[in-house]
């Protein structure tokens, strides 16, 4: 298992929709880091599920899913089993179903080697629920990036209508309030904003000023490091 605490890793988590991907994405292009969607995890463990007609009460053969999954993220494509599922894993059913899986201690436990694996020279921007809290306890920068509801149903909403996936933003509202709600109150590593971890309200905010931020609040966490 690569896990090197010399490497430098900033975690962003939030809850759905809130944009963190895109300034994940983008703040590792900014340093040169490599980049975790841990999200793709879980829907991949969905997706797959959903493929072989799995019970969601189904904890342990979830898990056994989870442990065994065989994927490939290869510049912004992701694959399961060979197949091209980028845009697959996407869908609200894979986001409902990840949401409700990710509840599982067991699932939980068997995919925080992978994640840690992608902790990799010469940094790692990690995006999630758990990933200051959990996956990378000691990342230089914690951020826990949010908006609210709304303004992340709207952008939901033409995230996918740019996809050419079908949509109604009262549904998105609703799924994205009760995705909140399981994600923050289940019992194992729920979505809260620890401590340590600097809070971003990208509500009236643009991406640029949002990645604008992380960059410069990483820049200072490097800087205090060195003093
Ligand atoms: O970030 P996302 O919407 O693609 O994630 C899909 C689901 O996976 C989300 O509802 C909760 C779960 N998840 C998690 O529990 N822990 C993570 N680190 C990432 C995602």
Redesign the pocket.
């Known amino acids: 298992m690569t896990h090197n605490k010399m490497i430098p890793v900033v975690a962003i ?1 939030g809850p ?2 809130s944009g ?2 895109t300034v994940a994405q983008r703040v590792a292009k900014a340093l040169g880091f490599h980049y975790l ?7 991949l463990v ?1 997706l797959k599920s959903l493929q072989e007609d799995i019970e969601i009460a189904d904890e342990a053969k979830l898990a056994e899913i989870a442990a065994n999954l065989n994927v490939a993220f290869e510049n912004d494509e992701i694959f399961l089993d060979n197949c091209r599922v980028t845009d697959e894993i ?1 869908t609200e059913e ?3 179903v ?2 409700k899986l ?2 599982y201690h067991r699932v ?1 436990e068997s995919l925080v080697a992978r ?1 840690r694996a992608f902790r990799k020279s010469p940094g790692l921007v990690a ?5 200051g809290s959990v ?1 990378f306890p000691d990342a230089v920068l914690k951020v826990f990036l949010t908006a609210s509801a709304e303004i992340r149903a709207q952008r939901r909403y033409k995230q996918l209508m740019e996809k050419g996936i079908n949509a109604n933003i009262k549904v998105l509202l609703e799924d994205i309030r009760v ?1 909140d709600d ?2 923050s109150n ?1 019992s194992v ?1 729920p ?1 809260q904003k620890s401590m340590d971890a600097r809070l971003l309200d990208t509500t009236s905010l643009s991406i640029l000023q949002a990645q604008n931020c992380v960059l410069e609040w990483y820049k200072a966490s490097c800087a205090n490091r060195r003093v």
Request: net charge positive; aromatic share 2%.
């Open positions: 988590d759905s929709a963190k991907g969607d841990s999200g793709a995890l879980y829907r969905a996407r894979c986001g409902v990840a949401s990710a509840s939980r994640q995006d999630g629920r758990d990933m996956i995705r399981r994600d289940r590593a979505l």
